[in-house]
């Protein structure tokens, strides 16, 4: 069994400054982790993944992710928030050949 | 990456009736998935379909509910049967495709239905 969770509903910051989303995970399986972005009105896009390589997960838009095994934790962090970031974040753990999401987290971006 | 596309994109149905989504790829990929995302919340996987096989229906979706079709290795449909206004939701179908054991999964552009 394997379950996601976000510990923020929602998450606001000011432009330019640093952004965290937090994201813990269960698997009874070596998990692959992802982060995918959902603008409002738009797909899915995906941001980035860990799958048992460099702990440290470089994605696109300037975002990155730590796999931190003992924390079973796979927070995302930018150090700049652009207000093109305001949208809602999807952290997902795959195993079994199948995806779960957790809840999401609503990112807000003030001028 | 893989493109896909769905129709509709949007629909508003009156209970009672079915809704069949189309979702095409534009490359030929083995695991094909159909979500739900209920109003405000996060995406439930429904089913699994491979081709060649029948669909594999997850905990609290069945197949009279929710027939899914997968005539080949770039085309699937998800029928939503006898709707009700629970059903209101985005559909969403995606693939997973695979390179040296590194799995990426790409989603299509949803379908929103509104039952009344």
């Known amino acids: 069994a394997q379950s996601v969770t976000q510990l923020d509903s929602h998450v606001s910051v000011s432009e330019g400054t640093p952004v965290l989303l937090r994201c813990n995970y269960s698997s009874s399986y070596s998990p692959s982790l992802f982060w995918y972005v959902q603008h409002p009105n738009k797909g899915l896009q995906l941001l980035l993944k860990y799958t048992s390589a460099a702990t440290l997960v470089k994605g696109i838009n300037g975002f990155e992710a730590e796999f931190k095994k003992s924390e079973t934790s796979f927070h995302l962090t930018k150090p700049s928030a652009h207000m093109s970031d305001a949208a809602e974040y999807f952290c997902?753990?795959?195993?079994?050949?199948?995806?779960?999401f957790g809840q999401g987290t609503i990112l807000t971006v003030h001028p | 990456s893989a493109v896909i596309s769905q129709k509709p994109s949007r629909d508003i149905c009156q209970r009672g009736t079915s809704l069949t989504i189309q979702c095409q790829v534009d490359?030929?990929?083995?695991?094909m998935f159909w979500y739900r995302q209920q109003p405000g919340q996060s995406l439930t996987l429904i089913a699994t379909?491979?081709?060649?096989?029948?669909?594999?229906?997850e905990s609290g979706f069945v197949i009279d509910k929710f027939p899914i079709s997968r005539p080949n290795l770039t085309f699937s449909t998800l029928t939503v049967s006898n709707m009700s206004p629970e059903d209101s939701s985005i559909y969403l179908c995606s693939v997973e495709l695979v390179r040296d054991r590194d799995y990426e999964q790409y989603f299509g552009p949803g379908t929103r239905l509104t039952v009344t």
């Open positions: 490359s030929q990929v083995t695991m």
């Open positions: 997902v753990v795959r195993g079994a050949g199948k995806l779960t």
């Open positions: 379909a491979n081709q060649g096989s029948e669909a594999t229906y």
